[in-house]
């Protein structure tokens, strides 16, 4: 506990008060982006233009689409509030995101511009039975976009709580109205360069931010290190391994998690068909690594600079009777507002306003992204493939692909009220183990591995998927945390090491002992799938019926 001091011109009162230029901020984003949506709308005739902005997007566009995409609420404000409450070991998130890009730049990216349409579902299915593979596909796909919009809705609605004085309900159902209307009437276009122009912000800001944390010190990383372990509570524990992972099982697991999750991740495969060809794809992930990598040694600086500007201030603090609190616990609006804190600390009223708004769009930029690829998996997997067998007016399937935003955005803000007090970088970390344990083993054994057939893809992701969920319901982080409960009924909060190994082993043996006359035609269309995925030329469709 810490004893009141005098702080800065932005005092308690004023932190939690109407900002106007937040305010007047975040306004020109909103209306600028609706005027975007807007043009995209009339630009939309086609199912092409509303999923894959009609593959006319650039491979630097896409790259910094993809990079607005991976710049989330848990990037920003998620890994920055880890390493505030637990120094050096918040880097094992922004490590983890980052070392899964190779993954998909040398595994996934071309074959999947080269085989698929508009999901990755149209990839997983190429020479597999249409049905089972789409129900499982979408099935993955809405349980990855439920965890993660709950992080985005939970960091939108701590932030305009925090800003506008707004209840968090309210918040939570603005955050919501906003995403539907970017979704349902811009699509892929929209969406796209909304992340382009947030990415840009965010880029900008965190950079901003980052050079007057070091310039305070000398630009001199050490000297910032000396001065956050001689403030936090934890002392030198800040600056070892340990203090967020404790144990090997759970750093290997999350690190899995976080490395392979980001190729199964439906809203990022998505992106690779908005470009030409697999060549620009493949750019588009060369363009997003170095943004994205630039970007989390930002977060690291940010989060460091938070404990050094921040700790010893109580204007930014929910203070006692008495005048102390907590430096890990009282943080005005949650330690997810770490970084937006340290914007006014080191700019005043008018950079926080624009770190708000930044951080907002952010948000809005990122659910809008997460909500499409959910939409297009109920409309184009679902519906169009499975229950009408593609015998569907392209712009029916537009509609209901229109009809599904609204029902997700419904969703999101009912989980993003019932999970108020999570970390957002956690949440995304969960979102991750299930994208990492279903669509990834799928879509790679499906690519890879000639003896891959519909029963042991089915049974392995559901292995996958079920057993995931089930691991993460039951762990700490929900089963205590959010639920209630007295112990966990789960040991470990991230299920990927496990429910991961037990996809890829339920998909090759179920795989192996189908003997069945489909699994041999399914094993033989695997050279046309290879031709077509290294070439993009070939035989149009080798679905197996």
Not at 116 to 131: E, K, N, P, Y
Request: hydrophobic fraction near 55%; proline fraction near 2%.
């Amino acid at each position: 506990m810490v004893a009141m001091a005098a702080g800065p011109d932005l005092g308690p009162v004023q932190m939690q008060s109407l900002n106007w230029a937040a305010i007047g901020i975040f306004a020109l984003f909103v209306l600028g982006t609706l005027g975007i949506t807007y043009r995209a709308a009339m630009q939309t005739k086609t199912a092409a233009d509303f999923y894959a902005a009609g593959g006319g997007i650039t491979a630097f566009q896409n790259g910094l689409a993809i990079a607005g995409d991976y710049m989330s609420a848990a990037s920003f404000l998620g890994i920055s509030a880890l390493v505030f409450t637990s120094g050096f070991d918040g880097l094992i998130y922004s490590i983890g995101f980052l070392v899964g890009w190779p993954v998909v730049l040398f595994l996934i990216a071309e074959r999947l511009r080269n085989l698929g349409s508009f999901t990755f579902a149209d990839v997983a299915s190429f020479r597999l039975d249409q049905t089972q593979i789409r129900i499982l596909s979408a099935t993955g796909t809405l349980v990855v976009v439920a965890f993660y919009l709950i992080a985005q809705m939970v960091g939108a609605g701590k932030l305009i709580e925090l800003l506008f004085g707004l209840e968090y309900l309210y918040a939570v159902v603005i955050v919501g109205v906003l995403m539907i209307v970017y979704v349902a009437f811009g699509g892929m276009k929209a969406t796209t360069w909304v992340q382009i122009i947030k990415a840009c912000l965010l880029l900008a800001g965190a950079t901003f931010m980052s050079l007057i944390v070091l310039y305070r010190f000398g630009f001199s990383p050490e000297a910032m290190f000396a001065e956050a372990v001689k403030t936090h509570p934890k002392g030198d524990a800040i600056m070892a391994p340990g203090g967020l992972v404790s144990d090997p099982i759970s750093a290997i697991s999350l690190g899995m998690a976080l490395m392979f999750g980001t190729a199964g991740l439906p809203h990022i495969l998505m992106r690779f068909f908005t470009v030409s060809d697999a060549q620009a794809a493949r750019k588009s992930v060369f363009y997003a690594t170095g943004f994205i990598a630039y970007f989390y040694i930002l977060t690291f600086i940010i989060g460091f600079g938070a404990i050094t500007y921040l700790m010893n201030d109580p204007s930014y603090y929910k203070l006692g009777a008495d005048g102390a609190y907590s430096k890990l616990n009282d943080l005005l609006g949650g330690t997810n507002m770490a970084a937006v804190h340290l914007a006014a600390a080191t700019g005043g009223s008018l950079f926080y306003g624009f770190i708000s708004a930044v951080a907002f769009a952010t948000i809005l930029a990122v659910v809008a992204g997460l909500t499409l690829s959910g939409a297009s998996a109920v409309s184009h997997d679902l519906y169009a493939s499975v229950i009408a067998k593609g015998r569907v007016a392209e712009q029916k399937e537009v509609n209901i692909s229109k009809m599904a935003a609204i029902g997700i955005g419904i969703i999101a803000i009912v989980l993003g009220y019932i999970f108020e007090n999570q970390n957002v970088a956690f949440m995304v970390g969960l979102a991750f183990a299930v994208a990492a344990s279903c669509n990834f083993p799928v879509l790679l054994m499906s690519i890879l591995w000639k003896g891959t057939t519909t029963r042991g893809a089915v049974f392995g992701g559901l292995l996958g998927l079920v057993s995931a969920v089930v691991m993460v319901v039951l762990s700490k982080a929900v089963w205590v945390t959010t639920f209630g409960f007295k112990d966990a009924l789960f040991p470990y909060d991230n299920p990927a090491i496990f429910s991961m190994s037990l996809a890829f082993l339920g998909i090759w043996l179920f795989s192996k002992l189908d003997t069945s006359p489909r699994a041999r035609a399914e094993q033989a269309a695997f050279d046309a799938q290879y031709v077509r995925s290294e070439t993009g030329i070939g035989a149009a469709t080798a679905h197996v019926h």
